[in-house]
């Protein structure tokens, strides 16, 4: 990673906001009855008068989400007569019942397909078929599925577990040990009267609508999300896993070692992940380990995806005064000294809702833009928000949190950082005035220091930094959300 604060005008668009494991569509109505649709490679639908996107959706069988993405449709009300509609999801060389009420999901970290098909009213060959997946085994935490719910006419369970049968459990056994009924059992999974069992079988342990949201996850685990739903490059996102019982959690991400932390009672554990700008898009093994109080491990193991970040990239010529900015001798010994400081993990949180921003100014150059400078590669990234303030401007804390350096940079000027708790860090560079101390505690809103030019800027700007885990991530997505 490479630092450097040059104020520069450009935009960018903000990243979209996903709910882990829940449908992105609003709650369907009814089911509707199934419809044979000719399917074709790049299906067109011109639209007739009296049409809507919802009654199209549910001509094709598909989403209202789905139609308005493929065509860059930002208000689904208004579409137009004649209107040539680009239709998703469509399955080439085939004709397709559409029965159940067409749903987008994005997978979450504690489904499976067998979990979601219970969830959902419809079969693991049903999903596989409409999603093309071949392995089961290849899901990965983001992937986006459409759904039928209420496909196969069976009922839906959204609250409940995943039992493993072991060797010598009976029917009996099973319903006893989960604390639900034998018929509530035995129908749930469509068992025989006999109610035979065998070692390794997965049951449905069906739970009233106080239960937890159906998730397919080992015991003792009862939650497993991710918020966002997806992760992108340069932005970060948490792992939450709720426990039955006391229990620390280890792994890795990315061959990073990660750091568990609990919210004192040892059962809700949450791990924040800055993911580094220049992270290429793919698919990485997310591997997690639950022990006990007496030594058993639970594997937590899962494949996530890290999609593109949608930035920007520009060019830059370095006036002769700003050379020295391109050479590592320079720069490296200040970052290196800055993530020494950013790498460190405190136990208190001072966080829980969105950030504030530090500055009552417009932002004149985002995070994670693309840099070439002097006609060199594109090797660089802006490593945070530059906000357009004026000299003398007040810089307020954006969250309550511990002063851990104040002091004069070679480059970033004159810089103060915050430890926020959990290793979350942010950095303010070339102040006029820091009116801060190390060991200070300021509170959201209180005045830290002014906007200058100071180190080696272009002009009166803020250079705002955030630091998740030691990475360099997009501050603007901690002011939209709430990691809990």
């Given at each position: 990673?490479?630092?450097?604060?040059?104020?520069?005008?450009?935009?960018a668009?903000?990243?979209?906001?996903a709910?882990?494991?829940?449908?992105?569509?609003?709650?369907?109505?009814?089911?509707?009855?199934?419809?044979?649709?000719?399917?074709?490679?790049q299906t067109?639908h011109?639209?007739?008068?009296?049409?809507?996107?919802?009654?199209?959706?549910?001509?094709?069988g598909t989403?209202v989400?789905?139609i308005?993405?493929a065509?860059?449709?930002d208000?689904p009300?208004q579409?137009?007569?004649?209107?040539?509609?680009?239709?998703?999801?469509?399955v080439?060389?085939?004709?397709?019942a559409?029965?159940?009420?067409?749903?987008?999901?994005?997978?979450g970290?504690g489904?499976s397909?067998?979990?979601?098909?219970?969830?959902?009213?419809?079969?693991i060959d049903?999903i596989?078929?409409?999603n093309?997946?071949?392995?089961?085994?290849?899901?990965?935490?983001g992937?986006p599925?459409?759904l039928?719910?209420?496909?196969?006419?069976?009922?839906?369970?959204?609250?409940?577990?995943v039992?493993?049968?072991?060797?010598?459990?009976t029917?009996?056994?099973?319903a006893l040990v989960?604390?639900?009924s034998?018929?509530?059992l035995r129908?749930?999974?469509?068992?025989?009267?006999?109610?035979?069992?065998?070692?390794?079988q997965?049951?449905?342990i069906?739970?009233?609508?106080?239960g937890?949201?159906?998730l397919?996850?080992?015991?003792?685990i009862?939650?497993f999300?991710m918020?966002?739903?997806?992760?992108?490059?340069?932005r970060s996102?948490e792992?939450?896993?709720?426990?039955?019982?006391?229990?620390?959690?280890?792994?890795?991400?990315?061959?990073?070692?990660l750091?568990d932390h609990?919210?004192g009672d040892?059962?809700?554990?949450?791990?924040?992940?800055?993911i580094d700008?220049?992270?290429?898009?793919?698919?990485?093994?997310?591997?997690?380990?639950a022990?006990d109080g007496?030594g058993?491990q639970t594997?937590?193991?899962?494949?996530?995806?890290?999609t593109?970040?949608?930035?920007?990239?520009?060019k830059i010529?370095?006036?002769?005064?700003?050379?020295?900015?391109l050479?590592?001798?320079?720069?490296?010994?200040?970052?290196d000294?800055l993530?020494a400081?950013?790498?460190?993990?405190s136990?208190k949180?001072?966080f829980?809702?969105?950030f504030?921003l530090?500055v009552?100014?417009a932002?004149t150059s985002?995070?994670?833009?693309?840099r070439?400078y002097d006609?060199?590669?594109?090797?660089?990234?802006h490593t945070?928000?530059?906000?357009?303030?004026?000299?003398g401007?007040?810089i307020f804390?954006?969250?309550?949190?511990v002063?851990?350096?104040?002091g004069?940079?070679?480059v970033?000027?004159n810089a103060?950082?915050i430890d926020h708790?959990w290793?979350v860090?942010?950095?303010?560079?070339h102040q006029?005035?820091?009116l801060?101390?190390?060991?200070?505690v300021v509170q959201?809103?209180?005045?830290?220091?002014?906007?200058?030019?100071t180190g080696?800027?272009?002009?009166?700007?803020?250079?705002?930094?955030?630091?998740?885990?030691?990475v360099?991530?997009?501050?603007?997505?901690w002011?939209?959300?709430?990691?809990?």
């Amino acid at each position: 990673m490479i630092a450097l604060m040059i104020a520069c005008s450009l935009t960018a668009g903000s990243p979209s906001q996903a709910q882990t494991g829940i449908p992105l569509s609003p709650t369907p109505p009814p089911p509707v009855t199934a419809t044979a649709i000719p399917a074709t490679v790049q299906t067109i639908h011109v639209v007739q008068r009296g049409e809507n996107l919802f009654e199209i959706a549910q001509q094709y069988g598909t989403t209202v989400e789905s139609i308005a993405r493929a065509n860059g449709i930002d208000n689904p009300a208004q579409i137009s007569v004649g209107q040539r509609l680009l239709i998703p999801n469509a399955v080439p060389n085939a004709i397709v019942a559409v029965p159940g009420v067409p749903t987008d999901y994005i997978v979450g970290p504690g489904d499976s397909l067998l979990g979601l098909a219970w969830r959902y009213g419809t079969t693991i060959d049903q999903i596989a078929r409409q999603n093309r997946i071949v392995n089961p085994a290849t899901l990965f935490v983001g992937l986006p599925l459409s759904l039928q719910r209420g496909a196969d006419g069976r009922s839906q369970f959204a609250n409940g577990r995943v039992y493993t049968v072991d060797a010598g459990d009976t029917l009996y056994r099973a319903a006893l040990v989960n604390g639900v009924s034998v018929t509530a059992l035995r129908l749930a999974n469509d068992l025989p009267a006999d109610g035979a069992l065998f070692p390794g079988q997965r049951l449905l342990i069906p739970l009233g609508k106080d239960g937890p949201v159906l998730l397919d996850v080992p015991s003792p685990i009862v939650g497993f999300s991710m918020l966002p739903a997806v992760a992108e490059q340069g932005r970060s996102f948490e792992i939450l896993i709720m426990m039955r019982k006391v229990a620390t959690i280890s792994g890795t991400f990315m061959k990073h070692a990660l750091v568990d932390h609990t919210d004192g009672d040892g059962l809700t554990h949450h791990i924040l992940i800055g993911i580094d700008a220049f992270t290429a898009s793919g698919i990485y093994p997310l591997q997690l380990m639950a022990t006990d109080g007496v030594g058993v491990q639970t594997d937590l193991s899962r494949a996530i995806a890290v999609t593109d970040g949608g930035y920007h990239s520009e060019k830059i010529v370095l006036p002769p005064d700003q050379k020295d900015l391109l050479d590592p001798k320079v720069t490296q010994p200040e970052l290196d000294k800055l993530l020494a400081i950013v790498g460190k993990d405190s136990a208190k949180r001072y966080f829980g809702k969105p950030f504030g921003l530090p500055v009552a100014a417009a932002i004149t150059s985002p995070f994670g833009t693309r840099r070439s400078y002097d006609g060199g590669p594109f090797n660089q990234f802006h490593t945070g928000n530059d906000f357009g303030a004026p000299q003398g401007a007040p810089i307020f804390a954006p969250m309550a949190g511990v002063v851990v350096f104040t002091g004069p940079l070679h480059v970033r000027g004159n810089a103060t950082i915050i430890d926020h708790g959990w290793g979350v860090f942010t950095g303010y560079w070339h102040q006029t005035t820091i009116l801060v101390n190390v060991g200070d505690v300021v509170q959201a809103g209180q005045i830290i220091g002014k906007v200058g030019s100071t180190g080696r800027a272009t002009g009166p700007h803020l250079h705002w930094e955030f630091f998740v885990g030691g990475v360099q991530v997009d501050s603007m997505q901690w002011t939209r959300l709430v990691f809990p």
